[in-house]
């Protein structure tokens, strides 16, 4: 195992606090973006995806959005990812 074991990338999803929440606009319908989907990828960089509901509530979809920088949004991916890898390396197995 080990070296040979290829993994594409590995993700978790975050919930962005309320204080951080922001709205967007897609298809002239609003949503409120509460929650993110970060990627390590192979090369060990993040990449991330921010996931919201419409504002006006309903059985709207789940859309992605691209996720919008500030200090406070980068800080909560980095402790995210750092937090998600202290779990992965304590892991107990199956």
């Known amino acids: ?3 040979d074991v290829e993994i594409g990338a590995l993700a978790l999803n975050v919930a962005i606090p309320p204080a951080l929440r922001w709205e967007d606009e897609r298809r002239g319908e609003r949503f ?3 929650s993110l989907t970060v990627r390590l990828l192979p090369d060990g960089t993040l990449a991330a995806k921010a996931y919201g509901r419409p504002v006006a509530g309903g059985r709207g979809a789940y859309v992605s959005f691209p ?3 500030s200090p406070e949004i ?3 991916i ?6 998600a890898g202290r779990r992965w390396a ?3 197995g199956l």
């Open 74 to 76: 980068d800080a909560l």
């Open 90 to 92: 304590a892991h107990r």
């Open 67 to 69: 996720v919008r920088r």
């Open 1 to 3: 195992m080990g070296d």
């Open 78 to 83: 980095t402790s995210a990812a750092t937090e």
């Open 32 to 34: 409120e973006l509460q």
